[in-house]
Structure formats: structure tokens, C-alpha cells
């Protein structure tokens, strides 16, 4: 029996051990349905945890369900971490573990003095983008094709693996906001880019409209971002979902 009803009860720490390790690609594998090519071994785990980037994973009792993978990383910023991989176990999807793991990675790095994270995520996963825009405070400003390949995940749906890179400013006014539990307001004189309401569900199954969708979208959103613009917000309606984009401004 787990604890859907008692999330209290549920643990949040770094990875102790290889056991704990090897249980992350086991999760991985059950959540993503990758094969044993496109998963991530547990000795890329085991060189993540030893070089300044983040294990950590959520715990119901002894029972691990979930966890997140990162690694150290620089640009012409200075450090940041960049988070590549996070599970939940199904059962245990949709009750704020994924969350707690998020905040768990940012208390981890504003400890070390880290002060920012990225992360990508699919264009058409409408779940995420919700999660990471509006309940984080990320913002996007960078569209990559097919970062990945194609992959034996039957979430993926045989598409490119087309990616927005998540920015997040871990003390920015927005986020700190946002955490807070502010409502992030859409933005003045913004523009949008819109996407069918049931696109997730396209991608999932493989569907050819999905594919028209994702090559849609590439131009589109390559063009605001040459010109500036960031995507500061994210709208789900019955018929359609829209990206919300403004120009953009360092913090």
C-alpha cells in the first residue's frame, strides 16, 4: 500500500549508495519506457553525485518512487546546474513530489551559492509547461531540434525530440513571487503562439498531425526568439493552449 493519502509522510534527500542509484534507472525505465540504450545507466548517476550535481530522489518509507538528475555546468554566466532528468512514479504523479524535488534541487544549490537552473522540455508536453512556467517562474528563450533523437519512449511518440530550455533565476523577483504562491499575471502586449488543446495527446500517439504541429511551431518560435522574446507565461484553454511571450530582459 503507498501513502497517496499521507504525503507527509514522504521523504526528500540525496541519493546514499548504489542501490539507491541503480533504483533511479529502474524508475526511469518504468516511467519513460526507454530501452536499455536510451536510458541513463546508474554509473552516469554515480559521476553526476561526484561532481557537483544533484541526486536526489523521494522516498514513501524505504520505498523509492522518484527523483531528479543533474549535473554541474558553465557558460559565459558562470556556474549553473542543469537538470536532465526527473521521475515520478505513476501512482504518485500529481501530488506536489515533483515539486518538492524542484525545490529540493533549489535549496541545494542556493546552499553552495549556485543561482541559477535550466532544464528542457517538450514543446507539446502542455503538463510541464504549466509546471515549469507558471508554478516555477521559468522562462524560455531557446528552442532546440531534436536534442535527443528519436527514442524508444512511448512518450515521445516517435517525434524529433524538438526542446525548450527552461531558465530558472533561482532568487529573481519573479520566481520568489511566484513560489510565494503570486499568480503570475500574463503579460501586457504580449504575443502568443498557439498550439491545439489536445496536442499532447497527438504526440503521444504518434500522430501525423502532431508532427505538422512540432514543425509548425520550430519557425515560429525561432523567429520571437531572435527578436528578443522570452515565453513569461503559459494558457491552457478548452480549444487551445497558448505561449505567452514579451521581450525579454537580463535579471
Keep these: 500500500m503507498n501513502s497517496m493519502g499521507k504525503h507527509s509522510a514522504i521523504t526528500i534527500r540525496p541519493c546514499q549508495g548504489i542501490d539507491e542509484l541503480e533504483a533511479c534507472f529502474e524508475i526511469q525505465k518504468h516511467v519513460w519506457g526507454f530501452s536499455d540504450r536510451d536510458g541513463v545507466p546508474s554509473q552516469v548517476f554515480v559521476v553526476a553525485q ?45 501530488h506536489g513530489i515533483g515539486r518538492r524535488l524542484k525545490l529540493a534541487q533549489r535549496d541545494d544549490c542556493l546552499q553552495r551559492g549556485i543561482s541559477r537552473m535550466q532544464w528542457t522540455f517538450d514543446p507539446l508536453a502542455f503538463v510541464n509547461a504549466h509546471f515549469n512556467i507558471n508554478q516555477l517562474g521559468c522562462i524560455v528563450r531557446h528552442y532546440v531540434r531534436n536534442q535527443y533523437g528519436l527514442t524508444s519512449s512511448h512518450l515521445h511518440g516517435g517525434l524529433e525530440t524538438d526542446r525548450f530550455v527552461a531558465e530558472w533565476e533561482l532568487s529573481s523577483p519573479r520566481v520568489l513571487r511566484i513560489l510565494e504562491g503570486c499568480v503570475p499575471a500574463f503579460p501586457i502586449n504580449c504575443t502568443a503562439i498557439t498550439l491545439p488543446a489536445n496536442t499532447t495527446a497527438l504526440a503521444r500517439n504518434g500522430s501525423r498531425d502532431a508532427a505538422d504541429i512540432q514543425a509548425r511551431i520550430r519557425q515560429e518560435f525561432a523567429d520571437h526568439f531572435a527578436r528578443g522574446y522570452a515565453i513569461t507565461a503559459f494558457d491552457l484553454g478548452p480549444e487551445q493552449a497558448r505561449y505567452l511571450l514579451e521581450p525579454y530582459a537580463e535579471p
Excluded: N
Excluded at 60 to 68: H, S
Design 50 to 94: 561526484k561532481t557537483g550535481g544533484q541526486v536526489i530522489a523521494a522516498f514513501d518509507g524505504p520505498r523509492q518512487i522518484g527523483f531528479v538528475l543533474a549535473f554541474m555546468a558553465a557558460d559565459d554566466r558562470g556556474i549553473f546546474i542543469h537538470s536532465h532528468f526527473a521521475a515520478v512514479l505513476p501512482e504518485y504523479q500529481g
